[in-house]
Structures are given as structure tokens and as C-alpha cells.
């Protein structure tokens, strides 16, 4: 029973990643996937820079590198490269059948990736969002498409904006944050 604690459900202080970070074994340790702009975390404890975080999501059965938001929806928080501290909380089917698993992981990430507030990091992305999705139509409103509509549109549009790989899975992120419910 070693650990429980580290595991407990709703502890820690919530905080977000701010843009695209990198998860860490350990404070400078090995480098285990990716965090997605606006991902939320609990943050367990910090050390010389680098913050423990755990992280919540959901993954499809037999494909443990990717964490979403919710089963059946495409909301990408992170992706994993590594072998990460995994834990396998439930499992539940999405509305096609697929059996999806939730799952918890725990990691690093350099503290100064972290902020306070979502909305400061979707602020900056909707200024972008205007500036760069008005130029050949009218600026779509995200409320328009589902979250898991966003993925291929931004696919689609986010080279044709001159959006580098970042920017477009920021705007992704974004335009789920604010999508047809
Ligand atoms: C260089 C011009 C250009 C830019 C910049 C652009 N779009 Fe488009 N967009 C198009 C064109 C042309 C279409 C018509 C459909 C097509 O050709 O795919 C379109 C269609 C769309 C549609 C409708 C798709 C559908 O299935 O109904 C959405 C939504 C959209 N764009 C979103 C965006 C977003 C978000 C951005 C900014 C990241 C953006 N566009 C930037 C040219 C552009």
C-alpha cells in the first residue's frame, strides 16, 4: 500500500501547462512524452525547479501512449514516449464501443512550465486564433464543432495559416476548450 497517498484523487494544488511540455522520469531525468498547451495537473510536490505532477485522462485500450480528456472524446492532453508511472483507475465504453481505460500518470515537468490560470493561456491563443483565421473567411466560431471536429479542421487550416506544429495544437486545444458541447 506503499504510495497510496501519492495517488489520492483531488490532491495537490491545480495548475495548468502553459504550453507544449515536456515530462520528465525525474527532476532532469528522462524524457517520457509531451503535455499539451492547457493541460491540467495537480501538482504533488516541487524540487529545485521542477514540480511532481499527476495527470488524469482517458486512453484507449491498448493504446497507452496517448491520454485524453474524457472516453470517446479527442481532447489530447499528452502523449507518451517513455515508460511512464501509470496507473489503470476504471474502464468504460465510448458511445461506438470502444473500451477506453482511465488512467492517472505521474511525472516532472520544469515548474516555470506551469501557470495559475487557463484562461490567461486561452486569452493569448484566442488573439491568435483571430489574427490568424479571419484572413481568407470569416473568423468560424469555435462553438460551431465538436472537440472531436477540431483535430482534422486545424490539421487542415493550420499550415495554411503559416502555423508552426505548436501553434496549431495550441489553437486545437483552444477551439476544444470552446467547442459545441
Ligand atoms: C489561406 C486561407 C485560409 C486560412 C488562413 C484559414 N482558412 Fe479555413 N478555410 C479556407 C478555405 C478555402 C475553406 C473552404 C473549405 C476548404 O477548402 O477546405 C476553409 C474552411 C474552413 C472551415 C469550414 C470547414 C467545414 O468543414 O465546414 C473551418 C471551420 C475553417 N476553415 C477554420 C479555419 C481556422 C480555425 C483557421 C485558422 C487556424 C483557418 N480556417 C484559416 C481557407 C483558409
Known amino acids: 500500500m506503499a504510495g497510496l497517498l501519492v495517488w489520492a484523487l483531488g490532491q495537490g494544488r491545480t495548475a ?3 504550453a507544449a511540455t515536456s515530462l520528465l522520469s525525474a527532476p532532469k531525468g528522462a524524457n517520457l512524452g509531451s503535455l499539451t498547451p492547457g493541460t491540467r495537473v495537480a501538482v ?3 524540487q529545485a525547479g521542477f ?3 499527476q495527470l488524469q485522462g482517458w486512453s484507449p485500450q491498448g493504446g497507452a501512449t496517448a491520454l485524453f480528456e474524457a472516453k470517446g472524446q479527442r481532447v489530447l492532453l499528452a502523449s507518451f514516449t517513455g515508460q511512464v508511472q501509470r496507473r ?3 474502464q468504460g465504453k465510448d458511445e461506438g464501443g470502444t473500451v ?3 488512467v492517472e500518470v505521474v511525472g516532472w515537468v520544469a515548474k516555470s512550465a506551469l501557470i495559475a490560470d487557463v484562461n490567461t493561456l486561452w486569452k493569448q491563443a484566442g488573439v491568435l486564433y483571430q489574427q490568424r483565421c479571419s484572413t481568407c473567411h470569416a473568423l468560424p466560431e469555435t462553438g460551431k464543432f ?3 471536429q477540431w483535430p482534422p479542421i486545424m490539421r487542415g487550416m493550420g499550415p495554411r495559416s ?3 506544429a505548436e501553434q496549431t495544437q495550441l489553437l486545437t486545444r483552444y477551439a476544444q476548450a470552446h467547442a459545441k458541447r
Open 88 to 90: 489503470v483507475r476504471g
Open 100 to 102: 477506453w481505460e482511465q
Open 44 to 46: 504533488l510536490k516541487e
Open 162 to 164: 503559416g502555423l508552426t
Open 146 to 148: 465538436t472537440a472531436n
Open 16 to 18: 495548468y501547462t502553459g
Open 51 to 53: 514540480s511532481q505532477v
